[in-house]
């Protein structure tokens, strides 16, 4: 029996070439289980669902759409212009939550002329149709540290911080930043969004 000379690597590179695709399709599944399993742990805590309540937010959003709220987001940073925020109106937990649009933060001075929103003199860009109730906003406001002015898409169809019952909205009383929406299925209106 003739014993080999030298070296032989060739039987081990195969067994590892074999070995290795196992262990990257094994590293791939585990990576895809994890990212799975931290999404649904990221909104089961730090988020929750609701469901649009009223037409006020179109044509963005629509009754009875469901929206993800991120409720961590504001635990680290404030709201800013233009953020799709959840709140309870003077911190009521028998009301529905409402979803509206930040308009003026705390510091801004506002004011609806002619039908347009002003915010800090300047035609704000959020509102995009003649506005034909002012509310509260008829006369000039100064929002206060912690306060929001908040008016949904549809400002002729939004009960908002235009309605004195309501008013600035107030960063204790706000839940959440909409994070993501659900498709909007309407079988009525036979169309899918």
């Given at each position: 029996?003739?014993?080999?000379?030298?070296?032989?690597?060739?039987?081990?590179?195969?067994?590892?070439?074999?070995?290795?695709?196992?262990?990257?399709?094994?590293?791939?599944?585990?990576?895809?289980?994890?990212?799975?399993?931290?999404?649904?742990?990221?909104?089961?805590?730090?988020g929750m669902t609701i469901n649009?309540?009223?037409?006020?937010?179109?044509?963005?959003?629509?009754?009875?759409?469901?929206?993800?709220?991120?409720?961590?987001?504001?635990?680290?940073?404030?709201?800013?212009?233009?953020?799709?925020v959840v709140f309870l109106p003077n911190g009521n937990e028998h009301s529905h939550y409402y979803v509206k649009r930040?308009?003026?933060?705390?510091?801004?001075?506002?004011?609806?002329?002619d039908g347009c929103l002003y915010v800090n003199g300047l035609e704000s860009a959020w509102v995009s149709e003649e506005i034909t109730d002012p509310g509260i906003a008829a006369n000039d406001m100064y929002l206060d540290a912690g306060e929001y002015f908040c008016i949904g898409d549809d400002p002729n169809n939004s009960e908002d911080s235009r309605s004195a019952n309501i008013g600035p909205v107030s960063d204790k009383d706000i839940i959440g930043k909409v994070w993501f929406r659900s498709k909007y299925e309407d079988s009525s209106r036979g169309f899918v969004k």
């Amino acid at each position: 029996m003739a014993r080999r000379k030298g070296l032989s690597f060739y039987d081990r590179k195969r067994k590892r070439a074999g070995s290795s695709v196992f262990q990257e399709v094994v590293s791939w599944g585990f990576g895809i289980f994890a990212s799975v399993f931290l999404a649904v742990v990221v909104v089961m805590y730090f988020g929750m669902t609701i469901n649009v309540v009223g037409e006020s937010m179109r044509p963005g959003l629509y009754n009875g759409q469901k929206v993800y709220v991120n409720e961590f987001v504001y635990l680290l940073s404030k709201p800013k212009t233009g953020d799709v925020v959840v709140f309870l109106p003077n911190g009521n937990e028998h009301s529905h939550y409402y979803v509206k649009r930040v308009v003026a933060v705390p510091g801004d001075h506002l004011v609806i002329r002619d039908g347009c929103l002003y915010v800090n003199g300047l035609e704000s860009a959020w509102v995009s149709e003649e506005i034909t109730d002012p509310g509260i906003a008829a006369n000039d406001m100064y929002l206060d540290a912690g306060e929001y002015f908040c008016i949904g898409d549809d400002p002729n169809n939004s009960e908002d911080s235009r309605s004195a019952n309501i008013g600035p909205v107030s960063d204790k009383d706000i839940i959440g930043k909409v994070w993501f929406r659900s498709k909007y299925e309407d079988s009525s209106r036979g169309f899918v969004k």
